[in-house]
T-cell receptor, first 118, second 112 residues
Framework: GAGVSQTPSNKVTEKGKYVELRCDPISGHTALYWYRQSLGQGPEFLIYFQGTGAADDSGLPNDRFFAVRPEGSVSTLKIQRTERGDSAVYLC????????????????FGPGTRLTVL | DAKTTQPNSMESNEEEPVHLPCNHSTISGTDYIHWYRQLPSQGPEYVIHGLTSNVNNRMASLAIAEDRKSSTLILHRATLRDAAVYYCILRDGADSNYQLIWGAGTKLIIKP
């Protein structure tokens, strides 16, 4: 079956603009994560959804960042008033979390959206 | 979450085994050890994970020290397609938060 898909693959925008990044998780996966990755670094956690609700949004850097997952499937990461420092690859991952302790939450990642803020 | 320490980069020859080390001296009893890798211009992919016992799967083996303060990811016969950044991550199994905390990883270079 299809893996995690993200659109667009590349997004170039100007400072101050609003952008939306979309993630289509693997069908049936209840857990969805957003990360962002700067060059040469590992992914940085942003937000985690379990179903439709944001179970943990502690990684969102400020209130310009917001994410939704209204039907428990597709998620959109929204960034308002973009800044040059927001430039990064935004990664989405999903997993079939059965709330098992510890190990069994292999996360399946999409290819990412490369955001460039000029 | 406890932190991990990995070498910045490693080189290996094609078709030889590769041992990627990870130190996690502050690991707790409920921390699982996860390994992911990221090929160039792709999202990360799961490799293997374990708690106490050594683990094997089709991609790799995970050797965990008896005191659990270190582990080694073993690629039995590296190919050029194994060139990637390898991340060692600890995740607390007692924590309902499923986020992964990533370090900078080890860049594995495979020489033909």
């Amino acid at each position: 079956g299809a893996g995690v898909s993200q659109t667009p693959s590349n997004k170039v925008t100007e400072k101050g603009k609003y952008v939306e990044l979309r993630c289509d998780p693997i069908s049936g996966h209840t857990a969805l994560y957003w990360y962002r990755q700067s060059l040469g670094q590992g992914p940085e956690f942003l937000i985690y959804f379990q179903g439709t609700g944001a179970a943990d949004d502690s990684g969102l850097p400020n209130d310009r960042f917001f994410a939704v997952r209204p039907e428990g499937s597709v998620s959109t990461l929204k960034i308002q008033r973009t800044e040059r420092g927001d430039s990064a690859v935004y990664l989405c991952a999903s997993s079939s979390v059965a709330l098992l302790a510890g190990g069994d939450n292999e996360q399946f990642f999409g290819p990412g959206t490369r955001l460039t803020v000029l | 979450d406890a932190k991990t320490t990995q070498p910045n980069s490693m080189e290996s020859n094609e078709e030889e085994p590769v041992h990627l080390p990870c130190n996690h001296s502050t690991i707790s009893g409920t921390d699982y050890i996860h390994w992911y890798r990221q090929l160039p211009s792709q999202g990360p992919e799961y490799v293997i994970h374990g708690l106490t016992s050594n683990v094997n799967n089709r991609m790799a083996s995970l050797a965990i020290a008896e005191d659990r303060k270190s582990s080694t990811l073993i690629l039995h016969r590296a190919t050029l397609r194994d060139a990637a950044v390898y991340y060692c991550i600890l995740r607390d199994g007692a924590d309902s938060n499923y986020q992964l905390i990533w370090g900078a990883g080890t860049k594995l270079i495979i020489k033909p």
